[in-house]
């Protein structure tokens, strides 16, 4: 199949056609969108096929002329720190959608269906685009859908919560605009500019260290903010808490991953130096949004505020990985971000498949579900424990490769690894504490009387969540083909950024 | 004045024509008849006007010297006549609910499109000006046009007397550079002060003057004051007019006169112009942050997107890039500006008030047309892709960078992501509230909705393929790159 690429961003349009003629006929809608999220998640299965394993560069290579005269151009492609996290968006989309048909969504499913599949279309063009300013217009692209999403179909607080995730996302990415502008005048003279990575990263050597250290805090201002890094978290709980269950599973599924693959396709072989300026910084709040995430997640009465602040936690260790700049931390980094958002995708479904039956989120309310809901307590039970990062679950690979290559961290000055590893492991432990102290409370003691009718998984939450559950425990048992994969770009990552500073120093 | 003088001026005597023809044709046909046909004689005449012009040709002078046509004037002139054509297309169901006088509606927004297309057309101080007054006196009347409310009557005589007086204090600016140079055209002007520099302290009065006059018509903080009142006053789709041709119009005359009269004096206003644009843009979406009234808050914002517009023109160090950016952006604005004050007409409120975000409460449910193009022009304004309002974000950033001008690039980023806020909370009213049992009725108008939507899908359109346009507006800003 020639252009898969761009096929993965055609077909969700495509089922916004449909979709628009069906309006009004809820049914209808419902079967075209998971129709085309199905058909998407397919194609993004071929693309994963024909990528060619342990080749390190761009592949599937896709590129046009889309603004000659600014040298812009549609350029799309992937390796192995994309290629994995595409089937993954595609897949919890389809989940979404499907979840969603099943009657969570019951007004205005028109609307809600059309800014699913708008939504997927940053979503996967996000993982592709291999030119800046291509990349800005789908990282954009994610925001309004979302927008809706949240401010549509959420919870009491919904205009609140989304309004502060758009503000929050807007404010960095447009200084992340301005810094691709910088990019692009620096790249080149007049007439042979580029905002092309392939080419950016061959003409690094124009990137002088003060431009570097300026233009990589735009970039990453946008980057921690999406993520979120701490101090830029506070919209996330909001946002989480508000989103309908499917805005909920995509927008820790994807859109945080957005904010990570950023950085590793972007910040840091651009501007090595950059990254090296501001390295220390970026640690140490990794170290501290894991800690911090953790604790915070112990004292949260509500369910799904504590998945949501173990997010937080989670990606301290995605950024952790990432900027000890080895190759453990940053494969480590990419299998976080990937087990990350099969298993809190998951989290956030059962919340909201638990949400649905019982109404309630406050975990004083609940208690005793294991009693009246077996189904429920196995596949959740399994997802508490990837999370926590149990080994055997896919959780546990990603954080081991982060605190390994953590614990190898070897700064010139500065704490090393060996301060970094430890602190980052009691998160690992905490994790543990918030998470099954909150399934104790959760599922087991005596289960309520109000509660004793509701009915366990249905057949469609049982299709929802098995692929998940699939997923989770064979990224647990069996990585090694995952990180074949991601390993060579990693590797590859590393070395431009290494060699980029040479370059420049010299 | 030969023959082929006035064929230069073709496209402008072809919409003149138009405009004596609207009037004559609303004295003779009968009211049913003037509401289908008045509309239809004044698109007809606008799409005349555009053929009767060509679009690209190698510039040449008429009229003496006092007229020049080239890339530049035709870019404008398809602007305005679409412009205009926007205006007219939106209106007929309003004024005949308010029993305004379609007619001399349609006949002053012709009027006043040929002052526009005049000042595009000009190679001399005595053009621009006249082109000037032609374009805003019957802009006064317009604001003005809802006789017997009393918000209309103080938008018209305030736009009046503010804009008589800025016409003023442009034109004694005028007066100090013919005292300098000797003659009115341009090119004089501008060599007369190449070889003077800023020495003079006459050539700093003038200039001061010319600026100050300028800002006035553009609506640049600190002279913007006329334009809240001015924009909330005047009836909905006159208001949809004003916001957008008049600073068209605006931003043509100050192309002209600084890049080409003053352009050797650059070094000295562009910094004063990046100083303005950065206090435009901020202090405009300041203030439209606490606008609970809908009109009021765009009046606001059209004043923050000046700010934006002048940011390119402080670039001019950056070359054709900047004068372009100028262009596409003036474009851009042109069309998602006209569109959003045009969203308002849907709302059957009295008088010529405009909606509160409290009132828009449920309109998607109510009116999902109008209510998604509305999002889409403020989702553009905001300068989210895809629309053509982040393209012509991107534009203007390139040669404000480009210029060194970091500092203002910053504020531009920080001010749109300030601005997301109230542009927001309009999309939040409209689709994230329920219908209030007070929600004022609705305007029944298919005309609107079909010309909203044509003009919401060009947004998005040229927002994802936007290289056409620019590389047209890199055409037309050809005349300033020497």
Known sequence: MDHVLTLLIVIPI????PLVLFFRDARAVKQVAVVTTFIELVVSLVALAQFHVGEAGFQLLESAAWLPSFGIRYELGVDGISILLIPMTTLLTFISVLYSSGGAIKERVG?????????????????MALDLFLFYVFFELMLVPMYLIIGIWGGPRR????????????????????????VYLTSGDAGNRTLSLPELLGR??????????????????AFAIKMPMIPFHTWLPDAHVEAPTAGSIVLAGVLLKAGGYGFLRFAVPLFPIGTQAWLPILILLSVVAILYGAVVSVVQKDLKKL??????????????GIFVLNQQGGVGAVLQMLNHGFVTGALFLFVGIQYEKTHRRQIADLGGLANGWPLYTAFFGVFVLASLGLPGLNGFVGEFLVLLGTFKFNPATGPGGLFWGPAAAIGVILAAVYLLWMFQRVMFGTLREAYRALPDLSPLEVVCAVPLLVLTVLLGVFPQPAIAIIEPSVQRVLAIATEASAVVLK | MTFDDLVTVLPEIVVTATACLVLVADAVVGRAAARLWLPLLTVAGLVAAIFAGPITLPSHTAFGGFVVVDTFTAFFRVLFVVLAMFATVVAPDYLARRAIPAGEFYATILFSTVGAMTIALAADLITVFIGLELMTIPVYVLAGMARRDRYSNEAGLKYFL????????????FAWLYGLSGTTTFSGIAEAIAAGGLTNGATLVALALVTVGLAFKAAVVPFHQWTPDAYDGAPTPATAFMSVAPKAAAFAAILRVMMVALGPLGLDWSAVFAILAAVTMTGGNVVALAQPNVKRMLAYSSIAHTGYILAGVAAYQAGASASAAVLFYVFAYGIMNLGAFACLIYLDLDGTRGATLDELNGFASRQPVGALAFAVFLVSLTGIPPTIGFVAKVFILQPVLDAGLTWLAVAIALNAALAAFYYLRVVVHMYMHEVDANAPRLLRTDLLSAGLGVAGLAVVVIGIVPDGIYRWALQAAAPFVR
Do not use: C, N
């Not at chain 1, 495509?14 to 056609?17: D, L, Q, R, T, Y």
């Not at chain 1, 205009?159 to 910088?182: C, D, E, P, Q």
């Not at chain 1, 998945?307 to 952790?320: E, I």
């Open chain 1, 14 to 17: 495509a089922g916004i056609v």
């Open chain 1, 111 to 127: 609307e809600f269906m059309a800014a699913f599949l708008l939504l997927e279309v940053g979503m996967v063009g996000v993982f």
């Open chain 1, 159 to 182: 205009v609140y919560a989304t309004l502060k995730f758009v503000l929050f996302t807007l404010a960095g990415s447009l200084l992340m605009l301005v810094g691709i502008i910088a």
């Open chain 1, 204 to 221: 690094s050597g124009r990137f002088s260290p003060d431009f570097q250290f300026w233009v990589f805090l735009a970039f990453a201002l």
């Open chain 1, 307 to 320: 998945v949501a602040y173990s997010s937080v936690a989670h990606m301290g260790f995605v950024t952790l």
């Open chain 2, 162 to 173: 503010l804009g008589a007086f800025s016409s003023a204090m442009l034109l004694y600016g």
